[in-house]
């Protein structure tokens, strides 16, 4: 029943922005955040923020990526400004829940160089 849409993903030259989405239905999560995977690699955490507004980023993105949003309204954003091409990665939205996760469909984000 529990369903997570991401949008926002792109194309974009290194130096540039985009801003992700994610609208999930359901209510009641803990956290929400966003993960990426990039060909090769495992899933990584990329920014989570909690039911109490609490949020923590990878070291790598820190003073480039904000999330945001409101858990209890089932919406969080990623702005994601000055983008490397390592930033290259399939991006997924998760919402945690009494330990069971829900994850989105993930939207590709791809930085040229």
């Known amino acids: 029943q529990v369903q997570l849409v991401e949008s926002g993903g792109g194309l974009v030259q290194a130096g540039g922005s985009l801003r992700l989405s994610c609208a999930a239905s359901g209510s009641a999560f803990n956290a929400m955040g966003w993960y990426r995977q990039a060909p090769g690699k495992q899933r990584e955490l990329v920014a989570r923020?909690?039911?109490?507004?609490?949020?923590n980023y990878a070291d790598s993105v820190k003073g480039r990526f904000t999330i945001s949003g409101d858990v209890a309204k089932n919406t969080v954003y990623l702005q994601m400004n000055n983008l490397e091409p390592e930033d290259t990665a399939v991006y997924y939205c998760k919402a945690s829940r009494a330990w069971t996760a829900y994850w989105g469909q993930g939207t590709q984000v791809t930085v040229s160089s």
């Open positions: 923020i909690t039911s109490g507004g609490s949020t």
